[in-house]
């Protein structure tokens, strides 16, 4: 039987982990299912859980457990066969308050298709445009800056019971710095070690 990998990455809103799951995947040929991309799809869908999802987002709010497991759970079933890399829950990217609310006050989206700019260092070719639809760029509510710190203090509050469970278990590795390119060596170096050996394990890691 094939060896399989899964891991979880995990971090506050605009840690990168969009970022590092896309190299992740595209280095170490794993499937990447991204959460927030369940979530619009459901809301564009306008499915039921999809519709309680939105509600939360327009307060500004993470989307709770019981949500995001009715998003997942059948994505995941038709994925027994393979090794996948989940982003949005827990590799745990590490950066500083200040970094957050600098990535996301300048952070928009094309909202069909969920692909990030930020302005300073990801800027889209056409101000304000989709590179590749040309559709128009939003800056969503709670990336403005009023709502930033809110949103990481309710991250902090929710995402350390599941740290502390991956971290008993021993199979939480955390990497610390404020860019993505000084932080991708280390993750690379641990999954170059990690994915020959690990069989059928759900393992987490996240990004600050």
């Given at each position: 039987?094939?060896?399989?990998?899964?891991?979880?990455?995990?971090?506050?809103?605009?840690?990168?982990?969009?970022?590092?799951?896309?190299?992740?995947?595209?280095s170490?040929?794993?499937?990447?299912?991204?959460?927030?991309?369940?979530v619009?799809?459901?809301?564009?869908?306008?499915?039921e859980?999809?519709i309680?999802?939105?509600t939360?987002?327009?307060?500004?709010?993470?989307?709770?457990?019981?949500?995001?497991?009715?998003?997942?759970?059948?994505?995941?079933?038709?994925?027994?066969?393979?090794?996948?890399?989940?982003?949005?829950?827990?590799?745990?990217?590490?950066?500083?308050?200040?970094?957050f609310?600098?990535?996301l006050?300048?952070?928009?989206?094309?909202?069909?298709?969920?692909?990030?700019?930020?302005?300073?260092?990801?800027?889209?070719?056409?101000?304000?445009?989709?590179?590749i639809?040309?559709?128009?760029?939003?800056?969503?509510?709670?990336?403005?800056?009023?709502a930033?710190?809110?949103?990481?203090?309710?991250?902090?509050?929710?995402?350390?019971?599941?740290?502390?469970?991956?971290?008993?278990?021993?199979?939480?590795?955390?990497?610390?710095?404020?860019?993505?390119?000084?932080i991708w060596?280390?993750?690379?170096?641990?999954?170059?070690?990690?994915?020959?050996?690990?069989?059928?394990?759900?393992?987490?890691?996240?990004?600050?």
């Amino acid at each position: 039987m094939s060896k399989l990998f899964r891991a979880v990455i995990m971090g506050p809103p605009g840690s990168g982990k969009g970022t590092i799951s896309e190299r992740i995947a595209h280095s170490f040929g794993l499937k990447h299912l991204s959460s927030g991309d369940f979530v619009r799809e459901n809301i564009a869908a306008k499915t039921e859980a999809g519709i309680l999802a939105k509600t939360y987002i327009k307060k500004g709010l993470l989307v709770p457990d019981h949500v995001m497991t009715r998003l997942l759970l059948p994505r995941l079933e038709e994925m027994t066969k393979y090794s996948w890399l989940l982003d949005g829950m827990v590799v745990n990217p590490i950066y500083y308050e200040n970094t957050f609310c600098e990535r996301l006050q300048h952070r928009w989206i094309h909202p069909p298709s969920g692909r990030v700019y930020n302005m300073c260092f990801n800027p889209p070719r056409v101000q304000g445009k989709d590179d590749i639809t040309g559709e128009p760029l939003i800056q969503q509510e709670d990336d403005r800056p009023e709502a930033l710190v809110a949103r990481l203090r309710h991250y902090k509050d929710v995402a350390k019971p599941v740290t502390d469970f991956y971290k008993a278990k021993s199979i939480l590795y955390t990497f610390s710095d404020t860019e993505t390119d000084r932080i991708w060596p280390n993750i690379s170096t641990l999954l170059s070690t990690k994915i020959p050996t690990i069989q059928s394990d759900a393992r987490c890691a996240s990004t600050h």
